[in-house]
């Protein structure tokens, strides 16, 4: 038994539920999310919640319950509260601009770092070395700050480069230290 799979998903009152078939239409505040789900997942909206059965306890068809519930449930969080990734820049010099749907980096390289913005991601820059990434799509604002994150991943004996803020970098001791 699936124990993700079977709890049911509690929808809130500024969400709307809409399935076509094998596909699920969330709207909310934040945005609308659409995605087309396995056919052997059968997904059933009641009043307030919605649950998940499957037609067999087949190794892949329970690994398809417990994901088809966790992304269900990511989108409609998604499009009530929405997500959000804090990015910190650490180094001397790193800083971060935004410019319309640009994102541009200074991260101690010959030129600087630039990234579109995909739509439906909102950049907040509270000081030029912190990055706000958020949005409706978890998988969207996942991918996006981890491609920003990828430019100057850390290094672990000055700390130096772009990290998550709730990111703990195990630092070494340098070739000094014995």
Do not use: C, W
């Amino acid at each position: 038994m699936s124990r993700v799979g079977n709890k049911p998903v509690t929808i809130p009152s500024n969400v709307t539920i809409d399935v076509q078939g094998h596909t699920l239409t969330v709207k909310g505040p934040k945005g609308e999310l659409t995605r087309t789900f396995d056919p052997q997942i059968t997904i059933n909206v009641e009043e307030n919640e919605i649950t998940f059965e499957r037609p067999n306890n087949q190794k892949n068809v329970r690994a398809l319950h417990g994901t088809t519930r966790a992304l269900v449930n990511n989108m409609v969080q998604g499009v009530s509260e929405g997500f959000k990734k804090t990015l910190l820049l650490q180094g001397v010099g790193y800083r971060a601009q935004a410019q319309g749907n640009k994102l541009t980096l200074s991260v101690g390289l010959s030129h600087p770092a630039e990234f579109d913005i995909p739509e439906g991601i909102e950049v907040d820059l509270p000081s030029n070395t912190e990055i706000n990434i958020s949005g409706a799509d978890k998988d969207l604002v996942g991918q996006f700050a981890a491609n920003v994150r990828e430019i100057r991943r850390p290094e672990p004996y000055k700390g130096k480069g772009v990290r998550y803020s709730d990111e703990h970098i195990i630092r070494k001791e340098g070739k000094t230290g014995k």
